[in-house]
Every structure is written in structure tokens, then in C-alpha cells.
């Protein structure tokens, strides 16, 4: 498998150096893993971090800005960052509000981010924690007691971030992440297997003319294998997956997901097979993201997030937002 | 090749419903395949309509928006669209100032949009075209007559789009998007083959270890292949065959480009390697762009576009943009 890098071990450093070299509005501390806001930590706001393996790219520091996240810790490709990292990043933001942290349902995440929190107690930082465990298609799985969390974190993170910028205290911007990530749920597809810069060579074995339903973002395995469907047949698979669980009474938030390798313009056809599964059961699009926002590097395939949201989640979603791959409004 | 899609024929037209499910800003007309700006025509502005053959995905519709593009027509996949669709957007766009045509410098596209141009004129439409043609690697190619039109269609695009939404005659936009053009050169590189779904399995044969320095966004051969490189090495050879060619004697915008299936880790980490480069030359960058902006459908790879600029082209270049792939500012 050909891949464009120097060597496997310094792609995350040079990925690094590359946001760096391209985003002169984020502080990168590339021997130690950290991306900031330029301006953090801004006064009387309240800190939002995250972090988790990288390979995930936009997210997580691709989301680092003003209505969204403060910072961003990178581990190893599909590796939890270290307790080192998000305290670092902590002490960067925090403003003496505290600090949010988001956590995706990983076991090496949530450990890591636990002791980082006693660390940052340690040191006088208010941290709560938020953990993403949107992913219906398994419960328990490779890395993972309980769900899995996919594509919800972007919805958490930019709504939390949004709720942060208006001067929100410490425990109503982790009320509304845990509120968020409570109403979204994702369902995931592959196409192909992922290869990882260190392996060389796919992770898993997906036959010709097969799919995975259910994979996960690091390429866990799903619920089934199945000869290849339509787009509109996995549209009708993963929406229902998701809806079966979510069971929305209002207007949701639509993320349609590509992990990486899947072409936008087949990424666009599929999203109008979501769209069509959604008008089919009766269920309002407020919002539809269409996009590469949680990948999973190589792997061809999608995922569909669904978050009901009411006038507050709704209005904090429109609210500007200035990142490097979600930027809106003001 | 397993693909996102539901058959092979539909995959345009399924790609617009979509894109009309997820930009209610954006009119799409699905059954004549042309993408407006929902407030076309505004009064007194110039309408730039850009068009080419899909999978090249976000370009053309994703630029269409406030600050850029005022419509886009797409062909099948990698074919020309039709003058008929040129025609209709630029009807569609025109408030009486005049239309610009931005075209790719492939032989169809060429064709059809000077067809379509006569065609408005009959219809009392004032048309002005530019030709982009920055691709450095070869001169004439499968398609192509002369140099191939790729990256800096992107910077023709926003400049040009910024200079008509402040109000400019149809002369000066059409002026400035020329020069854009003469001032900005690509390179582009593939490690893998594009599959068209058409065909359903690589257009091209890449083997085992082996890169194709200088390719085409159809997968059109380039300059040489040679064994695989690092990333650091291709940015070497990529840089310097943009840098004897365009010669720049100030800043330039950069556009570190993936052809669609190369992650945005490894595109960042290609970034530095590009930044480097640029600096051993002595060539300052004024602003960068990473990401997945003129793609190949599946193809692995990226490209690199520069793009010298003097204070009127990177003010516009600055200017507020709101569009589905490309928005920032106001």
C-alpha cells in the first residue's frame, strides 16, 4: 500500500507541522502534541478539549477554533494521546472557568482523559468530562466497553463550543455536550479495509464484492458482512439502524459521513438516499452536513449521524464557528 | 471496485439531489444539471459560470455560493457538460452585466463552452471566457491540446468571483481572471489509479511500488513513473517543476491539493514537506489551502498549485466567501 509520507514514524509530527505551516490562527506544539487556539484562554470561557488516536482527520484539530473547540491532543495513529497531552492542553485554555473535556468512548481514551482530569484537579483546573457513544451498531467492540463514539463528537463538540463562546459556566456547556451526544446516534459502512501507516497493509480482510455493516471508525468490526448494495439499499440499512434506537418525535441534525476514501460526489448521491429513507419515515432534516469529517484513513464507506435537536441545539449549531474544516457565519 | 452508488447512470443526477437535499442556498435544477446561487441573478453583477465533467468533486457546484461562483453545470463523469447547460446558467445568472465563462482547458470543454457562448450571445447574453491551463507536467495530453486546466481553477474562481460581487464590469473580472491563470502552475502526482463507475475498475494500471509523477485529474499519463517516494521527495519534484515554470518573484497562495483518496493526515504532513521546500527556494507563502478541492474520484495522490499574487489578489483572494467547500470571512 502506497502511501505519501516519509516514514511511518513521524506521520502525526509532520501532519503537525503541516497544520501548522497552514494555520498561522492555531498554536501548534508539535514535540508535544498540542493544537490551541491562538487566543486561548480566553477570559471568562470555558475551556472545550478533545484528543483521541489521529487518523480521524479533520477531527479533532481541524475543529479547533472560535465556536468549537479550545484545543486538540493527537495521539499515534489510533492510539488514545496521553494524560500529558490533555493536561497540557487544559492548563493552555483554561481561563480559571474550567475545562471540558470530550471524550470519545475508547477504553485507552477515557482512561487516559480520567487521570488527566485527576492531574488537572491537581493543579487547580475545574475539568467535566463528556463521553461520545453514538455508534448503535455494536455494543461493546474492539477498544470499547459500550458503544463506540463516531459521529456525534462533531455535534457535540461544535454545540458544547458554541454554548462556551456565549460565557456558558463549566457545567451548563457539559450539560448541553451530554444532552447532545444522549439525542444523536451513528451507524457506519465500509467499503474497503483501512491500512495503517505501521501495519503497511489492510487491517482486515473485506472480500471482493463484499461490505461491512456496523464497522468502526478504526475498522472494528460491525454487525454483518453482505454482498455489496446500492447506495439506497444502505441508506435504507443505516438509517433505520439508527432511527430504531433514536426514535426522534422532532427535527434532527443529518451528518452524512464519508471515511475517507469515498468520493463527495458518491457521498452527495448517498445523502439523497438518506434524505429519502428520512422524508419516507417521517422524520424533518433541520441541517445536513455532507462531508470527510470523521475518517478513517484510507477506508472507503460512510457513516450516518442523526442528533434531534430542539430550538436551543439548533440555534446553537447555526451559531459561527471558525475552524479549519467547519466555518460558518459571522 | 466497490462503489457508493446505485447504478452507474444515475450517479450525476443522484449527486444533485443530494447536493439540492443538503444547500437549500443553492437551486439545482436535477433534470438539466445546472447549480445557481438561490439569489442569481444579482442586479449589476457580473455571473460566473464554471462547468466540466464530474468527479472532480467539490469543483465546479461546491464553489458556487456569495464571493464565487454564480452557477455550475456538470457533465457525466469526466465528459464535458453540454452547451445547453451553459447556456441555461448563464441565463440563469446573467443581470444584464455579462457572464464569464470559466473554462478547463480540455479539448470538449473548450468546444462546448465556445458553442454556448455564440449561443447566449444570439440570446443578447455579453459572454467573456477564460481558459485555465496551469497543469506544468505536459504540453498537449489525452484530451487536451496544450497545458491542462486543474488547480488554479479554484484560484480563478474565488478571485475572479470576489472582484464581480464588488461590482466590477465583465472587462475587469475577465482581466483578473486571466491573470490569475498566467500567474499560477500545478503539478500533480498519483500512487493509485482512478476507477470511473462507468468503467468499474481502474482506468489506468499503476503497479505495486510505483508512483506517476506529473498525472492528469482524468488519470491522463504524465510525466514519468518511477519506484514509490517520500512524501518529502515528491514534494521536491513537485515544487521545483511548478517553481521553474512560474518563476515567482513575491508571495504565493498555495493549494496543497488530494486527488480524493489520500488522508488529510498524510496531506498535512505533505503540506510541510511543500512549506519546506518553498522555503529552501526562498518563496514566501502568503495563505495555503489542504484538503480535497479539485479531486480524481478514488485516486490516491495530490497536487500542488502556486499561485503569485500582489496585494489586489490576495485582498480578493481574502474576501468574504460563502460557499459549500470554500467559505470564510463576513
Known sequence: MKMLINVPETVVADALRGIAAAHPELTVDVENRVVVRRDAPVAGKVGL?????????????????????????????????????????????????GVLFVVKNYTGDVLNFEMAAELADDEGIQIAQVVVDDDVAVSDSTFTAGRRGTGATLFVEKIAGALA???????????????????????????????????????????????????????????????????????????????EDLRPTGPVLALVNGMGATPLLELYGFNAEVHRVLSERGVPVARTLVGNYVTSLDMAGCSVTLCQVDEELLRLWDAPVRTAALRWGG
Open 49 to 97: 478539549v478533545s484528543g483521541g488516536g489521529s487518523g480521524h482527520e479533520p477531527l479533532h484539530a481541524g475543529f479547533v477554533g472560535p465556536g468549537m473547540l479550545s484545543a486538540a491532543c493527537p495521539g499515534e495513529v489510533f492510539t488514545s494521546p496521553v494524560p500529558d497531552q490533555m493536561l497540557r492542553a487544559a492548563a493552555a485554555v483554561d481561563s480559571g472557568a
Open 165 to 243: 463562546d456565549e460565557g456558558a459556566p463549566l457545567e451548563r456547556v457539559a450539560a448541553v455536550a451530554r444532552r447532545v451526544n444522549g439525542a444523536s446516534r451513528s451507524f457506519g459502512v465500509a467499503l474497503s479495509a483501512v491500512t495503517t501507516p505501521a501495519k503497511g497493509s489492510p487491517t482486515f480482510d473485506l472480500p471482493t464484492g463484499e461490505l461491512e455493516l456496523g464497522i468502526g471508525i478504526h475498522g472494528e468490526p460491525g454487525r454483518e458482512r453482505r454482498p455489496m448494495m446500492t447506495s439506497g439499499e444502505i441508506a435504507d440499512f443505516a438509517v433505520n439502524a439508527v432511527l
